[in-house]
């Protein structure tokens, strides 16, 4: 378990990568842990690994407004759109969103919107794979397995740590402006 202020969290991880991070009263969680127990011939137990242990301080990071990408290796394990889509939803700037419909032509497939949301529904990587970054073309909040609330909270987030970021970025840029000034 990894707890975080949106409640707690588990994460499976191999040597090879984080194979699911997901909110532990997320619906379809059992229905998760059985395809992948299948996809990998993996049994599931306690333990603790590096990718593990990243994960608790990368998400801890990002709680705390100092992280916004996650460097952590992957396993996904999903159809050729399913895998498009995945990519895609990495590329979405943090504090940033996109519509199904944006998303579908993206990844090649303009009449293709409501399985980019299948797609979404199936990504088992929450915040690390964003796919809370992802709306209706009306801008309006829908479809989030961890529910609507959290990712209201985490796209509030999002943004006010890109506020945060591009003002302590341009504070920097001033005081280096104006020391050079000074010389």
């Known amino acids: 378990w990894i707890d975080t202020p949106l ?14 991070l997901e909110f532990v ?5 059992e229905r998760e842990l059985l395809t992948l127990r299948k996809q990998t011939g993996a049994v599931i137990l306690p333990g603790d690994n590096r990718h593990l242990s990243a994960i608790a301080a990368g ?6 407004g100092a992280r916004i990408i996650f460097d ?12 498009a889509v995945w990519k895609q939803l990495q ?3 943090s504090g940033e969103t996109r519509s199904y419909s944006q998303l579908a032509k993206l990844v090649g497939s303009p009449a293709g919107v409501r399985a980019v949301g299948r797609a979404n529904g ?8 964003p796919c809370h970054r992802v709306i209706r073309a009306d801008g309006s909040l829908c479809g989030y ?11 509030d987030h999002e943004r006010q740590t890109a506020i945060t970021s ?17 010389k």
């Open 59 to 64: 998400l801890k990071e990002y709680f705390d």
């Open 166 to 182: 591009r003002a302590a970025s341009k504070s920097h840029r001033t005081a280096i402006n104006d020391s050079r000034a000074h």
């Open 7 to 20: 409640g707690a969290t588990v994460a499976i991880a191999g040597d090879d990568g984080l194979y699911l």
């Open 122 to 129: 199936r990504n088992r990587l929450a915040i690390v794979v």
């Open 25 to 29: 009263d997320r619906r379809g969680l």
């Open 72 to 83: 952590i290796p992957l396993v996904t394990a999903g159809t050729p759109f399913e895998t």
């Open 91 to 93: 590329k979405i700037p």
């Open 145 to 155: 397995g961890g529910g609507i609330w959290r990712k209201q909270w985490l796209l």
